[in-house]
Nanobody, 116 residues
Framework: QVQLVESGGGLVQAGGSLTLSCAAS????????MGWFRQPPGKERERVAR????????WYADSVKGRFTISGDSAKNTVTLQMNSLKPEDTAVYYC?????????WGQGTQVTVSS
């Protein structure tokens, strides 16, 4: 099966930056894309960014456009989320997702806390 491990979360002051990384292992040969979701306390999980391996096209939620940048390596099935100009409302558990033919896989999540 596929396993994903996120890293890079932590506590940062508003206006600062953090970089999240995700590495996938296992049967990832049919991976089509990878992305990031987040779930703020008491709220629903929301899509943040996605990168499709075909053409390396990227998608961003309106709330993070211009501040977050997603990049990845299709051969290694790794993805990075560079987060700049962080705001307190960015505080959430961030989850990595891998899209494979037939099914999707999720990481355990990493906590990002942005202080005022």
């Amino acid at each position: 099966q596929v396993q994903l491990v996120e890293s890079g979360g932590g506590l940062v002051q508003a206006g600062g930056s953090l970089t999240l990384s995700c590495a996938a292992s296992g049967r990832t040969f049919s991976s089509r894309a990878m992305g990031w979701f987040r779930q703020p306390p008491g709220k629903e999980r929301e899509r943040v960014a996605r990168i499709a391996w075909s053409g390396s096209s990227a998608w961003y939620a309106d709330s993070v456009k211009g501040r977050f940048t997603i990049s990845g390596d299709s051969a290694k099935n790794t993805v990075t989320l560079q987060m700049n100009s962080l705001k307190p409302e960015d505080t959430a558990v961030y989850y990595c997702r891998l899209e494979r033919l037939g099914e999707d896989y999720w990481g355990q999540g990493t906590q990002v806390t942005v202080s005022s």
